[in-house]
């Protein structure tokens, strides 16, 4: 079936510091690749979506991009800042009779230090 | 206005009691999820609602019920609750024309004694 892994479960970083996140997927279909964040105690919100491989997703400051060679999309931020000390989900949107069903990563815990 | 409501935050209930979490969208989206989140695992879909259809997932089917009685509103409902339904509950909505993106509350967390 289809799924995403997440391996990372923490990240520990210093500010100024270089962020890169992966996760591999595995689809049969085209798929649509989103990266989420969830700062504490609020609900996972949207930070990108890459629907074409190859292609770059940029938003506040981070890059996202999916290889579909490797089956692979990651994350990535040239300076981390304190305040992105988050929770971040990546997550595959597939179709299933004209619905999104979304298949979410485990998570990656990231600490920045200042 | 993106806002996903759930309530309530935190629910606190006794192992073989029902439990009943509800969560409201103001987006007028036609399409409702709910996932349950424990930690260090993946948020794992149990069930959606795209309009009036619901649509549970294979080995949550028995487990979980679901209502929505109109577009903004939908629950959660546990029959008998397990120790093993202990878990953040999270609502996202979506608009199925849409992009697939998802917008969540804040959660619900249950813990079953």
């Known amino acids: 079936g289809d799924s995403v892994t997440q391996k990372q479960g923490q990240v520990t970083l210093s500010e100024d510091d270089f962020l890169f996140i992966n996760c591999t997927y595995s689809t049969t279909t085209y798929p649509t690749l989103f990266w989420y964040v969830q700062y504490p105690g609020q609900g996972p919100q949207l930070l990108l979506k890459?629907?074409?491989?190859?292609n770059k997703g940029i938003s506040r400051g981070f890059e996202a991009t999916y290889d579909k060679g490797t089956t692979s999309f990651h994350l990535q931020k040239a300076s981390v800042q304190e305040s992105d000390s988050a929770v971040y989900f990546c997550a595959l949107a597939l179709t299933s009779g004209g619905n999104y069903k979304p298949t979410f990563g485990k998570g990656t815990s990231l600490v920045v230090h200042p | 206005d993106t806002t996903v409501k759930q309530n309530p935050r935190y629910k606190l209930a006794r192992v073989g009691k029902p439990v009943n979490l509800i969560c409201s969208q103001t987006m007028n989206h036609d399409t409702m999820y709910w996932y349950q989140k424990k930690p260090n695992q993946a948020p794992k879909l149990l069930l959606f609602?795209?309009?009036?259809?619901?649509?549970r997932e294979a080995d949550t089917f028995e487990k979980f019920q679901s209502s929505r009685p109109n577009n903004s509103f939908c629950s959660l409902y546990i029959g008998s609750a397990g120790l093993e339904y202990s878990a953040m509950y999270l609502c996202a909505s979506s608009s199925g024309s849409g992009t697939g993106q998802l917008y969540f509350g804040e959660g619900s967390k249950l813990t079953v004694l």
């Open positions: 890459v629907t074409t491989a190859n």
């Open positions: 609602y795209y309009d009036k259809i619901l649509n």
